[in-house]
Antibody, heavy 123, light 107 residues
Framework: EVQLLESGGGLVQPGGSLRLSCTAS????????MNWVRQAPGQGLEWVST????????YYADSVRGRFTISRDTSRNTLFLQMNNLRADDTAVYYC????????????????WGPGTLVTVSS | EIVLTQSPATLSLSPGERATLSCRAS??????LAWYQQKPGQAPRLLIY???NRATGIPARFSGSGSGTDFTLTISSPEPEDFAVYYC?????????FGQGTKVEIK
């Protein structure tokens, strides 16, 4: 069974930093691109970042590019999201998600999702 | 980026009354569209992918249709546990984008 579990959320002041982790199990971690998706309180879903299955191609939403960095540790089957220069509008539940499937180098959809970790940016 | 517009924002139904949710894309996404269900306090769950394929373990009362720019999620006879928020998502072009959601509530 595929399982994803996020950690590292919490309360941080504007301008501060936080590193989120997502521990994965039940599948070959290095075979899939992995994703972060967030949801602000009472709002919809926003894709944040993707790390390619090879471990070095990175993709970011415009809203976080230059402030967030996605990476992984294959020895621990763990995905990370380093978040710097945090702003109030980064407040959200952050979800880690595996693709539903990958084909010809592209990965599609999000399935499953972890339970999420809450990041609150406030003074 | 591709904008997905879902309608209606809220759908009020009686249990067993057929539900029809719409998702319209600002440009063609082919068949690269998914639907997710989210209940309060829970992560989203994939229901339908590639417009019409049910994900693992999803009951047959959920069905998806459409291609190009117009898509529909149908719940043939909603059960009490189906009252939730539903999101569509496209993966035809980067970046992946979501609709704003449709809340299906009990009338």
């Amino acid at each position: 069974e595929v399982q994803l579990l996020e950690s590292g959320g919490g309360l941080v002041q504007p301008g501060g930093s936080l590193r989120l982790s997502c521990t994965a199990s039940g599948f070959t971690f290095t075979s899939y691109a992995m994703n972060w998706v967030r949801q602000a309180p009472g709002q919809g879903l926003e894709w944040v970042s993707t790390l390619g299955s090879e471990g070095y191609n990175t993709y970011y939403a415009d809203s976080v590019r230059g402030r967030f960095t996605i990476s992984r540790d294959t020895s621990r089957n763990t995905l990370f999201l380093q978040m710097n220069n945090l702003r109030a509008d980064d407040t959200a539940v952050y979800y880690c998600a595996k693709p539903r499937y990958c084909r010809d180098g592209n990965c599609y959809y999000f399935d499953p999702w972890g339970p999420g970790t809450l990041v609150t940016v406030s003074s | 980026e591709i904008v997905l517009t879902q309608s209606p924002a809220t759908l009020s139904l009686s249990p067993g009354e057929r539900a029809t949710l719409s998702c319209r894309a600002s440009q063609s996404v082919g068949s690269y569209l998914a639907w997710y269900q989210q209940k309060p306090g829970q992560a989203p769950r994939l229901l339908i992918y590639d417009a019409s394929n049910r994900a693992t373990g999803i009951p047959a009362r959920f069905s998806g249709s459409g291609s190009g720019t117009d898509f529909t999620l149908t719940i043939s006879s909603p059960e009490p546990e189906d009252f939730a928020v539903y999101y569509c998502q496209q993966r035809n072009k980067w970046p992946p984008t979501f609709g704003q959601g449709t809340k299906v509530e009990i009338k």
